[in-house]
DNA sequence: AATTTGCGTAACCGAATGGTTATGCATATA
DNA sequence: TATATGCATAACCATTCGGTTACGCAAATT
């Protein structure tokens, strides 16, 4: 199965988990706490986050502390940012979108 | 089912879509080209991004050509950089965050 | 030692996903 | 008018997703 960032942030209750673990880490009852959903539920949730790298598990006793660690996040931005220009109005940001375009136009001639 | 731009870009075929149409807006053949999938597996990914209106379709004659209408990428830019302070090391991204931190805090002292 | 707590995991389920092939309908071309 | 082209869509399929309940284990508490 898939486990890249993109697909981790495509479910909202991860992306709530997310945001929770990133103002304050704590174990995985008090998350759970946070929604309606069964705690199980919310464990499998974790699991998919700490498959790609979004969540670090440190155990203290019986207790898993879960903390967000959000650098994959780069590639995400990293991809979304090159279209900038679609939403916000940044000349710049529209330049550096024609520049990428002109240089990965000359990529794409490619004879069939 | 679920219809948002978190969503759509989960899928690698969609964002290879996206990358595509917004360089040069083309009708769904001159796209399905890029792809070893079948054709209606490329007008089925279409279909999701026109109903999350990243992508749009005007008919001329018989050819439809799609082309990437990007605004809403502006969620997935505004949900991803409070997070900022993760992947780079701008300091007033730290600054941000800790503020809006600061910020919902408060409204997170719930009594249950 | 017995019990409670925090958690993972297995087994199961319905629904969604992402592909396929087959068919048919407009539009363009011969 | 007959044929070719561009496309949507239906029907089907295997796999994945996101949840559930049931269970068990290790650590803490009594």
Redesign the interface.
């Known amino acids: 199965m898939?486990r890249d960032v993109?697909?981790a942030?495509?479910d909202?209750t991860r992306?709530d988990i997310i945001d929770l673990l990133?103002?304050n880490p704590q174990n995985l009852n008090s998350l759970a706490?946070n929604f309606t959903i069964s705690r199980p539920a919310i464990s499998k949730q974790i699991k998919i986050l700490t498959q790609c790298g979004l969540v670090t598990i440190t155990r203290q006793g019986r207790e898993h502390y879960c903390s967000?660690?959000?650098?994959?996040?780069?590639e995400?931005?990293g991809?979304?940012?090159?279209?900038?220009v679609?939403?916000?109005n940044k000349l710049d940001a529209l330049g550096d979108f024609l520049e990428n375009?002109a240089e990965?136009?000359k990529l794409?001639n490619k004879t069939?």
């Open positions: 898939r993109f697909q942030i495509a909202p992306r990133a103002r706490d967000a660690n959000l650098k994959k996040f780069g995400v931005a991809w979304i940012e090159k279209y900038q679609f939403w916000n375009e990965t136009e794409a069939p």
